[in-house]
């Protein structure tokens, strides 16, 4: 849901394959610069990292690890981005997940194209000002539980990107992630004391999931109740196999939004003084957007157009190359020379 986070484009880049050349060695010393010099030229502590094949990068190494498997065993891109979610939802759980919306920018290197994913999330349908003034003294909760909540994206957004650009099945994508949850993974310092939050105690089934011990750094931490609503997804598609890969993977996207999981999340809401309904799950689909762009210094940039930054940094963009000059001022560090305006 809304309050999850954003999963930044399911906070998760895989790039596209490129080709390394490197010069011949001198006999005395080489013209590459050291790992050191690279790193402080980049302004980063942080390694260069080459490859031949693809890159991966995202918030969580076992995110990252889950993406980069999958492209070793043959699948896209686009695989490798639902899988590595999957595991970031897992590892991360308060800014990613199953419960989230999504904003993903993607290229098509078959047609040259990019394409904006909008998975964003809507309120419910009883989320109304009216119901607020009535109800909460007109107040909108930020945060606070079912009340800020809004209808999560990501599923339907892994289903298009695995029915439209994808290769492999809900199945093999998500294997990694069932994986961790059955058989847990480290917790580091910081999600073991945000485990012990008092905004998990507001209801049962969170306190059961995530503080039924109280944990430590290094301690194991399973999710046996996310593995099975994983392995829901992986049954429906199963089942509808003998349909063809397309039908195979609605079905499992149709069970999260139209069957029992989304019965559960409605009944759960209703339960517990939310406002979700059943409908609002069953009328909920993502769209693939034409990206919005802008020419800066030769370069076509693209954002996502729905409710992101991304507008925002393309209208920065064009007071930037508007305003200013490349030419800055050396005997004055940290300040620039404005350019006439065109």
């Known amino acids: 849901m809304k309050n999850a986070g954003r999963i930044a484009a399911l906070a998760l880049l895989v790039a596209a394959a490129y080709a390394l050349q490197t010069r011949a060695q001198e ?3 080489t013209t590459r610069p050291s790992d050191q010099e690279e790193q402080q030229a980049a302004g980063t502590m942080r390694p260069v990292i080459r490859g031949t094949h693809a890159a991966v990068s995202s918030m969580k190494p076992e995110a990252t690890r889950a993406a980069e498997n999958i492209l070793r065993a043959g699948g896209n891109a686009f695989d490798a981005a639902v899988a590595g979610q999957a595991v970031l939802g897992l590892v991360d759980p308060a800014a990613n997940g199953i419960g989230s919306d999504a904003e993903i920018l993607i290229y098509d290197a078959k047609t040259r194209q990019p394409y904006s994913i909008n998975a964003e999330a809507p309120a419910p349908k009883l989320a109304t000002i009216e119901w607020y003034n009535k109800n909460n003294g007109g107040k909108i909760p930020t945060n606070d539980g079912l009340l800020s909540g809004s209808i999560p994206g990501t599923v339907d957004a892994w289903y298009i990107l695995l029915d439209r650009w994808g290769t492999m099945s809900f199945e093999k994508v998500l294997e990694q992630a069932i994986e961790i949850a059955e058989n847990g993974f480290p917790l580091p310092a910081n999600l073991a004391r945000n485990l012990a939050s008092s905004k998990l105690a507001k209801y049962p089934t969170s306190m059961k999931v995530y503080q039924s011990k109280r944990y430590t750094e290094g301690e194991l931490f399973k999710n ?44 759960f809401s209703e339960q517990n003084g939310g406002l979700f309904r059943y409908e609002d799950f069953a009328n909920y689909t993502a769209k693939v957007e034409t990206p919005v762009s802008t020419d800066y210094r030769g370069y076509r940039v693209y954002k996502n157009k729905s409710n992101t930054q991304g507008p925002a940094e393309l209208i920065l963009l064009n007071i930037l190359e508007a305003t200013i000059s490349r030419r800055w001022d050396t005997t004055a560090p940290n300040t620039f020379i404005p350019a006439p305006r065109r």
């Open 224 to 267: 046996s109740d996310l593995a099975r609503t994983l392995r829901k997804l992986v049954e429906a598609e199963k089942q509808n196999a003998s349909k063809g890969r397309h039908a195979a993977l609605k079905a499992a996207r149709d069970r999260f939004y139209k069957g029992d999981i989304a019965q559960t999340m409605a009944r």
């Open 27 to 29: 006999t005395q010393r």
